[in-house]
């Protein structure tokens, strides 16, 4: 029986730069999630003949969020549900789900990296028929539903089983519930050559997989042990959790310090990678070393040709403003075209349907290609492991030939976490005010050439978004700040740096980068308004 429910609508339903996020508390207010649903929903419109596919990454409150949904696409005329066996489904393996069966769209319920259980983050990620989320004009559309909304439609039923595969219905609608392993193996088989993979761990070669007790513990047994053969155990914290067991599971220098620390002990293995809570983040580690986000898409872009997906050629390849400009100097050494975009994936959507690039990536551990419309944790492994195979060198080699090469971007992020929301919006709007007055400044060594916005005009689209606000220093040096887009609570500050050098390759990157952040903390005033006087994450 479908039932139509009254509700009062809650103002804050905003997505970020991945989804509706919040703290799971908030997500289990009365009607919250579903008025978020039902806002999706009335923006859609006409819901007859549609599918979209649904899962999670098994975070608290991940099983009730899906029955609920389920009752809702039953009750507001959905045609049919691809949904991953027990609610579980990586981003990227959902992207490859709904672009496989050319559905409408989909919905992944996870808050990606931020901590997962009841009194952590849940979050709801919308993609539409490009198999990507949907861009800023869409999500505008669904706040201002969400401003006004004043019912919902729900089936009263009891729940649906999805621990079984196969078919079954709910009214007029058909619910699929597929192996969510078994489509996203098939895609990686297509793309990389498995064969010389397997060859590789025949040979004794040695890695480490941290799913970080998140949703890909289960498609890295399939795929590294089970498949190429890494040795039983090579995949740990594999089964999901609903806490993650208490950890951050967000692949970088602070949150998988574990994972580093043991690639920097004697025990280390060959190769180590991690994924995010959700499946679409990666780490990539070797033995005693770290490869930065920047320069893995760097790495990846300069040996496509190794890949069989990508060896008669790629399009072209992009990366978000923040992230390093590595990957540029690649591009440009081989004719290829790169574009900048704004944080966040949705923004490489555009380019990719429009053939206009085919690889790109993100300072904060995504990176991806076309053939999903997310950033891809394993997909980013297994391109590691194939030019390791391919070329027989170990992960610092090709990293260290790379900087030669192309020089070295010196990268690194900070983070100011848990300001409060007032402090944040005027230390970025009294920045932006002073950025026409800094040019020609001197910081010590350090000059500034230029310091403005960042904007970005689609070229697909022509809309246009401002995000971030740089400053550019004439030795090649750059900050760039801003606020963060995915938080549940307060404030984030980002601060990012750069710095190029050609010659002087074997630096540490923190000292290289103290007094580029020493000039940023100053510029911003941050120690005077937020009283913090270092940051709480540098990775
Ligand atoms: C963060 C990252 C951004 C990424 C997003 C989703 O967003 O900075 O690159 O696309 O998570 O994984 P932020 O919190 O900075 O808005
Ligand atoms: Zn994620």
Same mark, same amino acid.
């Given at each position: 029986m479908i039932k139509t429910i009254k509700t009062t609508a809650y103002g804050d339903q905003k997505m970020g730069t991945g989804g509706l996020r919040k703290k799971t508390k908030v997500m289990m207010q009365p009607n919250y999630f579903e008025n978020f649903i039902q806002s999706v929903f009335n923006t859609i419109g006409d819901l007859k003949g549609k599918v979209f596919v649904v899962g999670g990454d098994g975070r608290f409150f991940n099983a009730e969020a899906i029955q609920r949904f389920i009752k809702m696409a039953a009750a507001n005329g959905v045609k049919k549900l691809i949904i991953g066996q027990n609610g579980f489904m990586s981003t990227p393996a959902g992207s490859n789900v709904m672009l496989k069966n050319h559905t409408d769209g989909g919905f992944i319920f996870s808050a990606s990296h931020n901590p997962g259980g009841e009194n952590g983050d849940f979050g709801v990620k919308y993609a539409n028929h490009t198999g990507g989320q949907v861009p800023t004009s869409v999500s505008d559309k669904i706040y201002a539903n969400s401003k006004t909304i004043t019912e919902y439609k729900i089936m009263d039923c009891p729940n649906i089983d999805? @621990? %079984?595969l196969g078919t079954q219905h709910l009214g007029d609608m058909e619910i699929e519930v597929i192996d969510p392993v078994k489509d996203y193996v098939e895609m990686m088989e297509s793309i990389f050559d498995f064969d010389a993979l397997k060859k590789l761990f025949k040979s004794g070669f040695t890695m480490r997989f941290d799913a970080?007790?998140?949703?890909?513990g289960p498609y890295a047994i399939r795929i590294f042990?089970?498949?190429?053969?890494? @040795? %039983?155990?090579?995949?740990?914290?594999?089964v999901p959790l609903p806490d993650f067991?208490?950890?951050?599971?967000?692949?970088?220098l602070t949150y998988a310090k574990d994972l580093v620390d043991f690639m920097f002990s004697d025990k280390a293995t060959d190769f180590a990678g991690a994924n995010d809570g959700d499946g679409d983040r990666n780490m990539i580690l070797g033995k005693h070393f770290f490869v930065t986000p920047s320069d893995s898409l760097a790495i990846l872009t300069d040996n496509y040709h190794l890949i069989p997906a990508y060896k008669n050629g790629i399009y072209g390849v992009a990366k978000s403003a923040?992230?390093?400009t590595a990957v540029c100097r690649v591009a440009a050494k081989n004719n290829l075209p790169y574009y900048v975009v704004p944080?966040?994936?949705?923004?490489f959507v555009n380019l990719m349907d429009s053939k206009r690039i085919t690889l790109c990536g993100e300072e904060s551990f995504g990176s991806g290609s076309s053939h999903i419309r997310e950033k891809d944790g394993i997909w980013a492994i297994l391109f590691w492991l194939s030019i390791i195979a391919a070329t027989g060198k170990t992960v610092e080699q090709i990293t260290r030939e790379n900087w030669k090469k192309y020089g070295r971007s010196y990268y690194m992020r900070f983070d100011f976490e848990g300001l409060d929301t007032t402090v944040a919006d005027k230390l970025m709007s009294d920045l932006e005010a002073k950025l026409p007055t800094l040019a020609g400044k001197k910081f010590g060594d350090y000059e500034v050439k230029q310091a403005a916005p960042f904007v970005y005009n689609d070229p697909v689209d022509n809309s246009t978004t401002k995000n971030g606000l740089v400053i550019d220093f004439t030795n090649d040096a750059k900050i760039t700040y801003r606020l963060s887009g995915t938080g549940s609570t307060g404030a984030t500050l980002r601060v990012y740096l750069e710095r190029l050098e050609y010659n002087d390759l074997d630096q540490d990157t923190f000292s290289m980068l103290q007094e580029l952040l020493k000039i940023a903390m100053q510029v911003a005033e941050i120690t005077e308004r937020t009283g913090k006087t270092k940051a709480d994450v540098n990775t």
């Open positions: 999805l @621990s %079984k970080m007790n998140a949703v890909t042990e089970d498949i190429l053969g890494a @040795s %039983k155990g090579s995949v740990i914290r594999a067991g208490g950890l951050h599971p967000d692949p970088n923040a992230t390093s944080t966040g994936w949705k923004y």
